[in-house]
């Protein structure tokens, strides 16, 4: 294997204290495996509605190879304010309030580059993607997790984000529905969170991006609650609803100062988003949201499916009610996430991966994507099954 001197005094302090993506390291191991399955993707298994590809493709038949306006083609940001003003009854201008970005992951990045200086406490509720506190710490920023956990359905318990809160923090993370519990917040918590956020005078981050994946319950958008617009940076994108991870497109919404920062960042550091990428984009908004329904449907035949089975072979798993994963608790085997996982994937050839990858509360938990057929989720929970009854792990609920 090619081994990788670092010199480390080459790097930067922050590039040197970040660590790889736990999910990457995991997923080398399986890349050199036959056989396997894997829970581990965290996209949909859909390719992109040929709607949408077409109109890419026509804008490059037609030309449109340049670069955009800064801040994303206008027509697509008038999309964009349409679809939150008919969704969550929440107006953003289009001239200063939207930013289409390389996809929710630079959202995230140039929000906190706008917002921190060096020291300043970001809460951010785990366990959750992998990207936020690597983010912070790059921006300069120090990341505080606040934990949940399966009894608690996974929901943040507004009082532990009030503990740690000091005079250096800024500003809250939340992602929901989450990946990678699946769980969703309602409007009473988020208003519990509201209620934070005013007293402190902080800011939120709200990444919404599988918000259009909500099964149970009607999504409620951050900033549609009373006086919490002026408080929120909104990240939403297309890679998951729409089926569109390769295309690197999202959108941050946000007041016009905080825009305005962002979109400094953007211009100096990608310019604008790929063009073909915003005619599909704009597409999909405009005459997606049939497909959208019917990819939603079908994850959540796949969810129900999945956690039902899950509990009957002795994996418990609650019933998460948004995104595409499930996030059963491995407690009972007394195995850690990682070896766990690791065992799981040597022995039966499936891959999930660790809970303890995503921070506080992730521990005892393995991450399963169940954007994958039907067909692939029963060979899965079949191998899972025995693998448990082998160990005599099968927990009985
Ligand atoms: N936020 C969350 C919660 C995610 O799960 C992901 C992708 N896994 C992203 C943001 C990044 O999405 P994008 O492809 O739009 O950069």
């Given at each position: 294997?090619?081994?990788t001197?670092i010199?480390?005094?080459?790097?930067?302090?922050?590039?040197?204290?970040?660590?790889?993506?736990?999910?990457r390291?995991?997923?080398?191991?399986?890349?050199?495996?036959?056989?396997?399955?894997?829970?581990?993707?965290g996209?949909?298994?859909?390719?992109?509605p040929?709607?949408?590809?077409?109109?890419?493709?026509?804008?490059?038949?037609?030309?449109?190879?340049?670069?955009?306006?800064?801040?994303?083609?206008?027509?697509?940001?008038?999309?964009i304010?349409?679809?939150?003003?008919?969704?969550?009854?929440?107006?953003?201008?289009?001239?200063?309030?939207?930013?289409?970005?390389?996809?929710?992951?630079?959202?995230?990045?140039?929000?906190?580059?706008?917002i921190?200086?060096?020291?300043?406490?970001?809460i951010?509720?785990?366990?959750?993607?992998?990207?936020?506190?690597?983010?912070?710490?790059?921006?300069?920023?120090?990341?505080?997790?606040?934990?949940?956990?399966?009894?608690?359905?996974?929901?943040?318990?507004?009082?532990?984000?009030?503990?740690?809160?000091?005079?250096?923090?800024?500003?809250?993370?939340?992602?929901?529905?989450?990946?990678?519990t699946?769980?969703?917040?309602?409007?009473?918590?988020?208003?519990?969170?509201?209620?934070?956020?005013?007293?402190?005078?902080?800011?939120?981050?709200?990444?919404?991006?599988?918000?259009?994946?909500?099964?149970?319950?009607?999504?409620?958008?951050?900033?549609?609650?009373?006086?919490?617009?002026?408080?929120?940076i909104?990240?939403?994108?297309?890679?998951?609803?729409?089926?569109?991870?390769?295309w690197?497109?999202?959108?941050?919404?946000?007041?016009?100062?905080?825009?305005?920062?962002?979109?400094?960042?953007?211009?100096?550091?990608?310019?604008?988003?790929?063009?073909?990428?915003q005619?599909?984009?704009?597409?999909?908004?405009?005459?997606?949201?049939?497909?959208?329904e019917?990819?939603?449907?079908?994850?959540?035949?796949?969810r129900?499916?999945?956690?039902?089975?899950?509990?009957?072979?002795?994996?418990?798993?609650?019933?998460?009610?948004?995104?595409?994963?499930?996030?059963?608790?491995?407690?009972?085997t007394?195995?850690?996430?990682?070896?766990?996982?690791?065992?799981?994937?040597?022995?039966?050839?499936?891959?999930?991966?660790?809970?303890?990858?995503?921070?506080?509360?992730g521990?005892?938990?393995?991450?399963?994507?169940?954007?994958?057929?039907?067909?692939?989720?029963?060979?899965?929970l079949?191998r899972?099954?025995?693998?448990?009854?082998?160990?005599?792990w099968?927990?009985?609920?």
């Amino acid at each position: 294997m090619k081994h990788t001197v670092i010199k480390k005094e080459r790097l930067s302090q922050k590039a040197s204290s970040i660590q790889p993506s736990g999910i990457r390291r995991f997923f080398d191991l399986a890349s050199k495996m036959d056989n396997i399955i894997s829970l581990g993707v965290g996209e949909p298994d859909f390719v992109t509605p040929w709607n949408v590809r077409e109109a890419s493709i026509s804008s490059l038949e037609r030309g449109f190879t340049a670069y955009t306006a800064n801040a994303g083609l206008p027509e697509l940001r008038q999309a964009i304010s349409h679809y939150m003003e008919q969704r969550y009854r929440v107006h953003y201008n289009p001239e200063e309030e939207i930013l289409v970005t390389v996809g929710a992951s630079e959202a995230i990045d140039i929000g906190m580059r706008a917002i921190l200086d060096p020291g300043d406490e970001v809460i951010i509720v785990e366990p959750t993607f992998v990207s936020y506190a690597p983010l912070v710490t790059l921006a300069g920023g120090v990341p505080i997790p606040v934990g949940t956990n399966a009894e608690n359905h996974f929901e943040v318990n507004p009082a532990d984000i009030e503990k740690v809160i000091t005079e250096k923090t800024k500003a809250i993370m939340i992602c929901y529905p989450n990946n990678p519990t699946g769980a969703s917040l309602n409007r009473r918590k988020l208003e519990q969170i509201a209620a934070i956020i005013q007293k402190h005078n902080l800011l939120v981050f709200s990444d919404e991006i599988y918000s259009e994946l909500s099964y149970d319950d009607e999504h409620t958008c951050f900033s549609e609650l009373p006086d919490m617009k002026e408080q929120t940076i909104v990240i939403n994108g297309f890679s998951k609803a729409f089926a569109m991870t390769g295309w690197r497109l999202g959108f941050v919404l946000a007041p016009p100062d905080l825009l305005q920062a962002m979109l400094k960042i953007h211009q100096y550091s990608l310019m604008c988003a790929p063009t073909m990428a915003q005619y599909g984009a704009l597409e999909a908004l405009l005459h997606g949201m049939e497909d959208v329904e019917k990819m939603k449907l079908s994850y959540q035949q796949r969810r129900n499916y999945f956690v039902k089975t899950a509990n009957e072979i002795g994996l418990p798993c609650h019933k998460p009610s948004g995104a595409f994963y499930a996030f059963p608790s491995i407690k009972h085997t007394g195995l850690s996430s990682e070896a766990f996982a690791e065992k799981l994937l040597l022995e039966e050839r499936v891959a999930v991966v660790p809970g303890a990858v995503f921070g506080e509360g992730g521990e005892g938990h393995i991450r399963c994507s169940y954007a994958t057929s039907l067909k692939n989720l029963e060979e899965a929970l079949n191998r899972i099954g025995r693998f448990l009854k082998k160990h005599d792990w099968q927990k009985r609920t």
